[in-house]
């Protein structure tokens, strides 16, 4: 009996085991937020009903990307953020913006004055809510990214004024590399 006993405990646990080991390894490379277009060196266009869309996105992205909603202001991590690196489109994984083209607007959104390349981005009229305004979408999958208005700093004098939660920051490794480095000799003197 109580070999039996023994030997039912090790195959319940047996199978618990083969399920969290078929879990964690059952392929998911990424995030479960993310499409699997999401990528940050693919560059062919990405389409997607928002019904699709809506499968995979979080609420807060897909209110904001595909219903071009706009998060509340200054609530975004981004918006202060100094690290240096380079911000994607959270929803397709298109490169954006890099961090030297990033500035304090203070508008209560994370602010650039310019984007990665011209096809980064897409812009288009947008003349809702009584206003005239131009539209940021993402170049790759047409997410709506944000606006841009021509108050910004030299050398464009652009301000693209982006919904944080639409962007995925990744930091740069030479750059890290190079900051905890001089950190090392600054604390070594
Ligand atoms: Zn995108």
Known sequence: ??????????????????????????????????APEYSHTETAPVKKSNDDWQKVLSPEVYRVA??????????????????????????????LFKSDAKYESGCGWPSFFEPISKKSIVEAADNSLGMHRI???CGRCKSHLGH???????????????????????????????FNSKKKAESGS
């Open 1 to 34: 009996m109580k070999n039996f006993i023994m030997a039912v405990v090790a195959g319940v646990f047996a199978l618990t085991l083969q399920n969290c080991y078929g879990q964690s390894s059952s392929g998911q490379t990424k995030p479960a937020d993310k």
């Open 135 to 137: 539209e940021v979408m």
């Open 66 to 95: 595909r219903l071009k909603g706009t998060e509340r202001p200054f609530t975004s991590e981004y918006e202060h953020s100094k690290e240096i690196g380079t911000f994607y489109c959270a929803v397709c994984g298109n490169p």
């Open 148 to 178: 841009v208005f021509d108050d910004g700093p030299p050398p464009t004098g652009l301000r693209y004024c982006i919904n944080g939660v639409v962007l995925d920051f990744e930091k740069a490794k030479t750059a890290e590399k190079k």
